[in-house]
């Protein structure tokens, strides 16, 4: 064992409770999770900043110390990167997001650049025993994933969030909605289901008015797949539903066709009964009308509105509304109309009206 001095420690390690002085050791298991420390090898100018722990942003430079976790991501906007079969000190692995997860990048984006190299400098050390100098490798969340939970949503309205893919509005509709029932009087906990670590999006959410946050990582998986996608909502929900909000939005990270595990969770009967509205973040109306296909045809939801950039303007809005049937509402200009409708839909009697 020996002590290293860590510059900036990645958000998707917030559960282990670092200090920037970590002790690592040199043995390493290559598995999903696994806390190491890297040293940065190279600069960049796009997609180069980090989320720390305290939820700010920081630029990374070459010869930063960097606390990351293992992990795989599949992004069609971002990197695509799996985690390797050894690890060891002096290897290089790559950043693949900005939440600090760690692999072999298989692909790039070309908006976003070659990703970050990293030095493998060894894997943070827990010690788990009280009065005892025995270290454990470091591993992401607050408790393990148990993957036969039930789901016990005790009569709380949920809203679920879907999208045709990455970056098609959905948190920015998720903080619209929350925003608008809070300012009503309604008491709204929010979760990130599916996706790769990374706090912003709940982060954003709480800014918005939700009380309690929740996100995959908490329970100890850095990337969401069809295998543990349906246990971390029915936890999440659980968990959630048990504080007694009066209502849960949760977003699907990614697109219904997406490797995350949005369409396991679509799939399970006993979630889609628990949904009491979804709304569909599109980025077009080709994708709006394929996703709200999808919804309908293949996992027998109807979504309740139909926003994102499909809804950008007026003419997107009209499309939506008379070939599709659904409400469409733009989260950025009408987000109080939006927030309104699914209201509406959910039969939410709010307290107040503003």
Partial sequence: MRNIVVDKLASVTQACGLSHEVRVAEEIPAEEG??????????????????????RMAKVNKGDVVAGALGHRKALFGYSGHVPEAVRPGDTIQMLNIGGVLGICDSINPDKGRPFDCRVLGVALDFPYLGERIGVPARVGYKPLDFGATLDTAGVPVVALAGTCMEAGKTAAACAVISRMRHRGLTVDAFKATGVSLRRDILAMEDAGARHCAIFTDLGVVTTTRLNGPALTRTMLTELAAGKPDVIVFELGDGILGTYGVDAILDCPDIRAALSGVILSANDPVAAWGGVKLLRERFSTEPCVVTGPATDNQVGVEIITRQLGVAGFNALSS????GDCVIAALGLKAAAAQ
Avoid: I, P, W
Wanted: charge should be negative; charged fraction near 10%; hydrophobic fraction near 45%.
């Fill in 335 to 338: 987000g109080a109309a939006l």
């Fill in 34 to 55: 696994v806390v190491v420390v890297v040293e940065v090898l190279n600069n960049k100018s796009t997609y180069n900043t980090l989320e720390l722990t305290s939820g």
